[in-house]
């Protein structure tokens, strides 16, 4: 079995963390940006993040987060958020491929001129489930370099939304989309069992 095998074999849904463990801020920072790596709608990477040590933060995100242990026992939670105008970065984005030798100039003003012409006049909920699926790509990220940090992890979609955009004065184009609890367990997880491939696997 591979090392990568292996963290996804070992990562399981974490509910009970040492309350007493601190994760120093530039390791997050670094898992942060390792997961970035991932994949995103014409590389738009309409993710963004809200990192939460603060305890009485914490606290008050529990009462948001359905009452949730993990919320407060777990030395951080990553809020990723979605940006339904990530698509204003695009020139940001395409001419920093240029300068690293990605791509060349014309590819990235075609791009470019395509994403503009596109992306502003999708309809906000087409703008928010490419946001929400780009989301769904680096969590998987986060949970699997946790994990082989030595962290764990769980993801949590149960919370106010609307309270949460309020109390951390979200602009109109971002919204919450989960939040993923992070830090040592102390009490191990539930194994849980997945359904065959081959019922839910067609081959042509």
Known sequence: MSQLEQVMKSRKSVRVYDSTHKMDKQELIEILEMATSAPSS?????????????????????AIGNNQAQIEDSSAIIAVLGDTEAY?????????NVSLGYMDQTIA?????????????LPKQTLAQIASYDAGLISMQILLLAKERGYDTVVMGG????????????????FPITLIAIGKATAPAFNTS???????????
């Open 88 to 96: 204003r970065n695009v020139e940001k984005i395409y001419e920093q």
């Open 109 to 121: 003003d075609r791009t470019i001129s395509n994403t503009q012409s596109i992306y502003p006049n």
């Open 194 to 204: 997945r359904l065959p491939v081959d019922k839910i696997t067609k081959f042509y």
């Open 159 to 174: 919370f106010d939304k609307a309270a949460f955009a309020k109390r951390f004065d979200l602009p109109e184009n971002q």
């Open 42 to 62: 014409s590389n738009l990477q309409s993710w963004r993040f809200i990192v939460i040590q603060d305890q009485e933060i914490k606290k008050e995100l529990r």
